[in-house]
């Protein structure tokens, strides 16, 4: 029997992924367990692996790396207590770059040789606007938000490359300033805006053909504001057409235990055992 | 002919580069390109790369990865115009994990199959202190700073492991907000400090005997406030005795092109085509 999303609302995370685990809930994880980090999640195999890790550590903004799996091991020991087999709604399944499936569970799919990434997403930054009364049109309407390719090149890594995808939210100009402080206090959610204005400065000729998601208007006293997106390492992904690459479905995130905050960047590389993060956990 | 520090103190990272490059400058970096960030270097065989990037990003830090070169290329574009090989004053070369020398160019010892690492030193947020009015008794002295092994684990990564080395720092306690405050503005300096006051507390029974650097004195009205240190990294390498490792030699740095700022963070993934990096760098 599936759960509803609204039973789960306030759920510990603990909770949500065993209701997920037991194939209970397979929907998407926006609004669940606020204050927790959520990641997008990128498994490939280990071949692939230093250049793809080379790839987020040169293009951050774009691909904010928050933990990296032993090879083989379904797990991030930093993040929190989960299975990463398991413990996503729903995955997706790329053989040779191309969507071979869409499983709620990828036990049979493992293999000693994978190598998981988690990616901060931009769940993180929104909820930190919308808390601070900057409302965001593709929420308050239930759709995707807008993505683009840019005209700025990521930096190449390997057999990755490709343009930096962005996200558009349109912001209120008397808030922009607020703006790209609370998202540059999340570095592990995209960090500051990359370009504000003139979409034609970063390439884009039309916003309201989006590459991906859903147009949405500039509402006038509005201004395109644009971040560095996660679909850019999924974009580089495709290109190089991997005979194998498992990712979250988007919007159907790991959700992690760790604080949903800017201090999440200190406390991530701490070992637990560590008294004063205890201290900032509690 | 060597020259000394005092003629490229106020040279271009190129200028002081190209010197040390030609064999005229073998000496420390300390205090040369005020303004640009000053890196550690860490040169591995492509077999161990992989899981010591796992360990530099669990353990962010002590191992502040700033940038990563390709497979057996000499120079890391993100940071600057320079050859790893070259431009460095003095190297340590290990053998087993063992010191067998410390050449001022490694070009005969470079090879197709090694990464080198860049990671963020301490002198960032020290410049900043110092800026702030808070003296640092090692540097007026002119002594190295006092590091110990601390009972902190770092997350290990394959062979990677080993405690969290940290330096102190014995700090006012009237500037003790302001000391926390300036450092987090720096996480790719080793940010924010990992303890504040007893040395017990994170393992260390003797503050007068530090395992790396000089003992230096805690005044009245000071506090000993510890950081995650660089020697982190290097200790766990020691300790898995690669056939192969070659490093700066402690206080020999890579100067990079790039700023010592905070925003260093945002400027560091973004390719140098994008106009909004121009506009920050100028």
């Known amino acids: 029997m599936l759960l509803p999303h609204s039973t789960l609302k306030d759920a510990t995370p603990d909770t949500v992924r065993k209701a997920i685990r037991a194939g209970q809930y397979t929907g998407h994880t926006a609004g669940l367990c606020p204050g927790r980090l959520q990641v997008n999640l990128v498994i490939l195999p280990e071949i692939l692996a230093l250049d793809f890790m080379r790839f987020c550590q040169r293009n951050a903004r774009a691909c904010p790396l928050v933990g990296v799996s032993d090879t083989g091991a379904p797990h991030i020991d930093a993040l929190g207590d989960f299975d990463l087999r398991t413990d996503l709604p729903t995955y997706n399944l790329y053989r040779n770059g ?10 049979t799919l493992w293999g000693d040789d994978l190598v998981a990434f988690a990616l901060g997403c931009s769940f993180t930054f929104e909820s930190a606007l919308q808390a601070a009364g900057i409302a965001l049109w593709h929420i308050q309407n239930d759709s995707t938000v807008p993505m683009f390719r840019s005209s700025i090149q990521a930096r190449p890594a390997g057999p990755f490359a490709g343009p930096i995808v962005v996200s558009m939210r ?40 989006p590459d991906w998601g859903d147009p949405a208007p500039v509402p006038p006293d509005h ?5 560095a997106c996660g679909v850019t390492p999924q974009a580089a992904i495709a290109a190089v057409r991997p005979p194998y690459c498992i990712t979250h479905k988007p919007g159907h995130m790991l959700i992690t235990d760790i604080p949903d905050l800017a201090e999440a960047l200190d406390i991530l590389d701490l070992p637990s055992r560590h008294p004063s993060q205890q201290e900032r956990l509690t």
Chains 1, 2 share one sequence.
């Open 170 to 209: 349109a912001i209120p100009s008397a808030r922009l300033d607020d703006t790209r402080a609370i998202s540059a206090r999340f570095p592990h959610a995209h960090g500051a805006p990359v370009h504000v204005g003139d979409p034609a400065q970063i390439g884009i000729a039309d916003l309201t053909r």
């Open 98 to 107: 191309v969507l071979a499936d869409s499983p709620n569970d990828i036990s």
């Open 223 to 227: 201004v395109p504001v644009f971040w």
